[in-house]
């Protein structure tokens, strides 16, 4: 019985000693220098002083989007991972071209997820003609950009990203199987409006705490 009671009290300490992660943590401002700090919730610097950054937000809220000048800030130390601004975390995308994306991690969970839009490039092959016999007379590419958007998710204890689709889900829940036999029960179509519901519900069943220093 005592032994009990003490394992019961040392749980106890170790549940007090850690906050579980929810949509509803607290994340405290600054720079994540490597997602290590990010599961721990313990940015490596502060950030600076965001008075002086030329910042904004999308229309959805989505991307905090940063001048050149202030990533040579944040980067003056090496890469970031992502950051927290106004106690939300935010994610590093790096792009082909242009500069690095800073996307909200839309869910916090044991399986996060966040979205982007982007365009993506692709070479389209254009007829030229002669403007006076209406001839064609050659060809060449011209790059098209076509909006799109990536779905993405992350493995909270382990840092592991890839893609949001139902074979990577189907991959990422095989320790619930009674979700994972609803999730092999679906029909193609209904992928689209069930599997982000499946996300939501299997983070609501595993539990995962930060473990506070």
């Not at 030329?54 to 989007?65: C, E, F, Q, T, Y």
């Not at 997820?113 to 006076?132: G, N």
């Not at 679906?186 to 599997?195: F, I, M, Q, S, T």
Request: aromatic content about 14%; glycine content about 6%; hydrophobic content about 35%.
């Amino acid at each position: 019985m005592y032994r009990f009671l003490l394992l019961l009290l040392l749980f106890a300490g170790q549940q007090l000693a850690a906050q579980r992660l929810s949509q509803n943590t607290v994340f405290k401002a600054g720079v994540y220098r490597q997602w290590e700090d990010f599961k721990q919730n313990q940015p490596k610097q502060p950030l600076p002083d965001t008075s002086s950054w030329a910042k904004s937000l999308s229309p959805d809220g989505n991307l905090l989007l940063l001048s050149e000048a202030s990533w040579e800030v944040l980067d003056a130390q090496g890469p970031i991972w992502g950051l927290s601004f106004r106690e939300q975390p935010y994610i590093r995308v790096d792009q082909p071209k242009g500069p690095a994306y800073l996307v909200h991690l839309h869910v916090v969970g044991k399986i996060s997820y966040y979205y982007y839009r982007y365009f993506k490039e692709h070479e389209l092959p254009m007829t030229i003609y002669d403007p006076f016999s209406g001839q064609a007379v050659g060809q060449k590419t011209i790059i098209n950009k076509e909006p799109s958007s990536k779905e993405r998710i992350l493995q909270f204890e382990t840092g592991e990203q890839t893609d949001f689709n139902y074979e990577n889900l189907r991959a990422w829940i095989q320790d619930d199987p009674g979700l994972l036999q609803s999730l092999e029960a679906l029909k193609a179509e209904e992928y689209e409006d069930k599997l982000f519901k499946i996300l939501l519900i299997y983070n609501d069943r595993k539990a995962v705490y930060i473990q506070q220093p």
